[in-house]
């Protein structure tokens, strides 16, 4: 026998091993033995997959408990965990945040005999299985024959009077009705089904976008629409300022705290909430007044919303988390703040970059302050890489440029940060872009790959790419690169630019062109990166009607010419699919796997094409409704597909439960 190693439960999935307790080899099957079935279980659940495995092999009481309260063997569980690991980071942070703000998807895997086990490993954590399920369910869905589409919620909505939001998970709908002055909290139980589960007379302008929880709001007091008075006028510190609404397991809403002024801003002397932003684990909250400063709350372990931290607030303000909620990016035009969350949960300000070529603050700030027309016609964004390690910040123009100006030369700018092992953050590299050009707006973006270690700047005449050296320097792969080679032309606005998940595909999908502006085709050009680590472009397509690329870049619809649409796909060893499909698709969208298309086609029906299990696309279901489409998504689990449907002057939304079809036996004799 060997000694065990119990590790303490955490959410952390990289969580080291602490405090390790060793027990005796001597009289460990009797001790095993003495135990009862539930007590075992929750022993076995803090022990590692590796543990798990050892005590399998010599335990048959191990081996009953991991059959009947996991439902599986410790090898299945192990493969949710690597397939997991395998991911890129920017599809673990989407199963992490799936799993966060979606408790009715993790009620339904545990109806999933094959998907959950109520006692699994600490490492093997919600997110693993979100993302095992939704490959399991991606599977079912190419070898079943036929989809059904089962109604899991209709609301009907007037399209003047009526608002409504949907959050990233589709698990939470909130409509706004300004007639009744009411706001309605709409969700799905458990089992899918969609019900009206909190009706109230509170009516804001907040922006919900940035609320992508499906079981926590925060909502801004009525009373403080309109000009409040004074923080220090009678006491009004104290008024109530924000309300933290959160969603039992049963669907029950409830006001859970109420945060006053002081509660929000004890140090400074505003009241208004004009923006909120949540992080991805819903563990942190920034509250903005656009006129004086900022807030962060934090969610402690009591449960309770406090104030933590005190933000600067400005015209040219910009600001964002990472994608593991560890870090904030504050802009305010000259220099940009990092702001890192310590282990203790507090926020603190860890380090600073200047943007511009100018090392110098003062120097920096004095021309964001200049009352330069070229300046402040710039606009500025800034994101981070999927792994959280890297920050990129930049500028291009507003679309103001003033042409009594001719040949005025003017210099954007990409700033490149990145994270060392102390978690602070200093200056990698700084991107200079030059237009001279008074006839044109000169606009720019940046994007990183799903793995951080390419980044591409992106701009109305070509792109660069970088690459991540080993010693975490940005080298040049190609710069100043057209789109479409031989060229020569100008966009009138940027390409979309998106990735394939597995960093070997850059697309550049162009709405238009050129500056021609009877030129309306649309525009898709894929580079792909061979195994030397060279770009080429691999395909030009281009559509009058429509180009659509999956989420995960590995296929894309393109409408053709006569009634026709071509769908292209990429296999995992680099090899392009072509396939033609004698239907005239007007509209189409990917479910996130890439393995559904949704789309309406010219006789205004919606369609699901399916990927079979030969490598074709075949249609699966047809739903003609009652009615013009006006809109229609998946989920990010796939489960279900929202459609909006306008129909007698409302707006019908409808939820879809997806469900494989089980083939036909085959019949004998």
């Not at 033609?580 to 369609?607: M, P, T, W, Y």
């Not at 007698?648 to 036909?664: A, H, R, S, Y």
Request: charged letters at 20%.
């Amino acid at each position: 026998m060997y000694p065990i190693v119990k590790y303490p439960k955490t959410c952390d999935v990289h969580q080291d091993v602490q405090n390790p307790v060793e027990f005796p080899a001597s009289g460990f099957g009797r001790f095993i033995g003495a135990m009862s079935g539930d007590s075992l279980a929750n022993l076995l659940s803090y022990l590692s997959i590796q543990d798990l495995a050892n005590l399998e092999l010599v335990s048959r009481g191990v081996r009953t408990v991991l059959h009947d309260k996991c439902g599986m063997s410790v090898s299945q569980l192990h493969k949710y965990y690597q397939y997991f690991l395998s991911l890129p980071k920017a599809e673990q942070h989407f199963y992490q945040a799936m799993a966060t703000g979606n408790p009715q998807l993790l009620h339904h895997l545990r109806t999933v005999p094959a998907i959950f086990s109520p006692c699994y490993p600490v490492q093997c954590r919600p997110e693993a299985l979100c993302a095992y399920y939704n490959q399991h369910f991606c599977q079912q869905m190419i070898n079943a024959p036929s989809l059904s589409l089962s109604a899991a919620g209709c609301m009907e909505f007037l399209p003047i009077v009526s608002t409504f939001f949907l959050n990233a998970n589709h698990n939470c709908l909130i409509n706004g009705d300004s007639r009744a002055r009411a706001m309605h909290i709409w969700a799905p139980d458990n089992s899918g089904s969609w019900h009206r589960e909190l009706s109230t007379d509170y009516i804001t302008g907040i922006n919900m976008h940035n609320q992508h929880g499906g079981n926590i709001l925060f909502l801004p007091s009525e009373q403080l629409s309109g000009e409040p008075p004074a923080v220090d006028a009678g006491g009004n510190a104290h008024e109530h300022l924000l309300s933290v609404v959160r969603r039992s397991d049963s669907g029950i809403w409830s006001e859970a705290q109420q945060m006053t002024v002081a509660d929000i801003y004890p140090h400074l002397a505003h009241r208004c909430i004009n923006e909120m932003i949540l992080s991805d684990d819903g563990k942190s909250l920034v509250c903005i007044d656009h006129e004086s400063g900022g807030a962060i709350l934090c969610c402690e372990t009591d449960g309770n919303w406090r104030h933590n931290n005190d933000l600067s607030w400005g015209d040219n303000h910009e600001i964002c988390f990472s994608p593991d909620s560890q870090y904030i990016a504050l802009f305010d035009g000259a220099e940009v703040s990092f702001i890192t969350r310590d282990a203790d949960g507090l926020w603190s300000c860890c380090s600073k970059i200047v943007f511009g070529l100018s090392s110098d603050v003062a120097v920096a700030r004095q021309a964001a302050s200049d009352d330069d027309r070229l300046f402040d016609n710039m606009e500025f964004d800034m994101a981070f890489s999927p792994d959280s390690r890297h920050f990129a910040a930049w500028s291009d123009d507003v679309g103001i440029y003033d042409e009594s100006i001719p040949g005025a030369e003017t210099e954007f700018y990409v700033k490149v940060a990145g994270l060392d092992q102390n978690r602070q953050w200093s200056h990698r590299l700084t991107i200079t872009k030059k237009h001279s050009d008074p006839r044109h707006c000169f606009l720019l973006s940046v994007a990183f790959s799903p793995d951080g270690k390419l980044l591409v700047v992106a701009t109305i005449t070509g792109f660069d790419i970088w690459s991540l050296d080993d010693d975490n320097s940005w080298s040049p792969v190609m710069q100043d690169r057209a789109y479409i080679e031989r060229a020569g032309q100008i966009l009138r606005k940027l390409p979309d630019i998106q990735f394939s998940m597995n960093s070997r595909l850059l697309y550049f999908m162009m709405a238009a062109s050129s500056l021609n502006v009877d030129d309306n085709e649309l525009r898709a050009s894929i580079w792909q990166r061979r195994d030397s680590g060279q770009w080429e472009c691999a395909r030009i397509l281009s559509s009058s009607s429509l180009l659509k690329v999956s989420p995960r870049g590995s296929a894309l619809v393109c409408g053709g010419e006569s009634d026709c649409t071509d769908i292209y796909r990429c296999t995992h060893s680099g090899q392009w699919l072509w396939q033609h499909i004698k239907l005239s698709i007007q509209e189409a969208c990917f479910n996130r796997q890439g393995c559904l298309i949704a789309a309406r086609v010219n006789d205004g029906s919606l369609l699901l094409l399916g990927l079979s299990s030969d490598g074709t696309w075949q249609e699966k279901n047809r739903w003609r409704p009652e009615g013009q489409i006006r809109d229609f998504e998946f989920s990010p689990c796939s489960r279900s597909l929202q459609t909006r449907v306008y129909r007698n002057g409302k707006e019908v939304l409808t939820f879809w439960q997806i469900k494989p079809d089980l083939p036909l036996p085959l019949l004998e004799g």
